[in-house]
T-cell receptor, first 114, second 114 residues
Framework: AQTVTQSQPEMSVQEAETVTLSCTYD???????LFWYKQPPSRQMILVIR??????QNATENRFSVNFQKAAKSFSLKISDSQLGDTAMYFC???????????FGKGTKLTVNP | DTAVSQTPKYLVTQMGNDKSIKCEQN?????MYWYKQDSKKFLKIMFS???????INETVPNRFSPKSPDKAHLNLHINSLELGDSAVYFC?????????????FGSGTQLSVL
């Protein structure tokens, strides 16, 4: 079974600085998808960024980018120019090729300080 | 307009009661889901329906019964509530089965069983 591990329960960063959230996963599959979701205090889950395993190029969405290391099974999220509105829980998630279900990590609570 | 709406947002009830949580999506999606987020923020899928047909049932106690009267609605009924059922329950939808990159979550229902 696939597992997703986020080793940082909590992190903090100063506004305008850069922070990296870690995620590792375990799978025997070759094709799969990885996601980062954001859950602000409003509790709504919001898709931040996704990466297809067959793509070597790291995904980027504005201030959010990933460092995808397939061999190491690592998928970290970098947030540049952190903003107060980035304060939230961040969840890494994995989906196998069968698209049966999304497996989530336990989350990292990020606080952006003014 | 809210894409995925759940009611109620908060639900406090006594052990042994029966309660329902309603979910509606106005996105025209074919697939809907129920997720449970426990006190440690761990998010796990419970059920998935595609075109009103049950696709995923993740070893959830049979006290939990989802009902999908049409593609736009997926309600969750819980019988004989137990303390361990206390959690935040999220409804979600996606355009079709496997469209995880277009997964929209509701804002959650916080269930507290006393």
């Amino acid at each position: 079974a696939q597992t997703v591990t986020q080793s940082q329960p909590e992190m903090s960063v100063q506004e305008a600085e850069t922070v990296t959230l870690s995620c590792t996963y375990d799978t025997s599959e070759n094709n799969y998808y990885l996601f980062w979701y954001k859950q602000p205090p409003s509790r709504q889950m919001i898709l931040v960024i996704r990466q297809e395993a067959y793509k070597q190029q790291n995904a980027t969405e504005n201030r959010f980018s990933v460092n995808f290391q397939k061999a190491a099974k690592s998928f970290s999220l970098k947030i540049s120019d952190s903003q107060l509105g980035d304060t939230a829980m961040y969840f890494c998630a994995f989906m196998g090729p069968g698209a049966e279900k999304l497996v989530f990590g336990k989350g990292t609570k990020l606080t952006v300080n003014p | 307009d809210t894409a995925v709406s759940q009611t109620p947002k908060y639900l406090v009830t006594q052990m042994g009661n029966d309660k329902s949580i309603k979910c509606e999506q106005n996105l025209g999606h074919d697939t809907m889901y129920w997720y449970k987020q426990d006190s440690k923020k761990f998010l796990k899928i419970m059920f998935s329906y595609n075109n009103k047909e049950l696709i995923i049932n993740e070893t959830v106690p049979n006290r939990f019964s989802p009902k999908s009267p049409d593609k736009a609605h997926l309600n969750l009924h819980i019988n004989s509530l137990e303390l361990g059922d206390s959690a935040v329950y999220f409804c979600a939808s996606s355009p079709g089965w496997g469209s995880w990159e277009k997964l929209f979550f509701g804002s959650g229902t916080q269930l507290s069983v006393l």
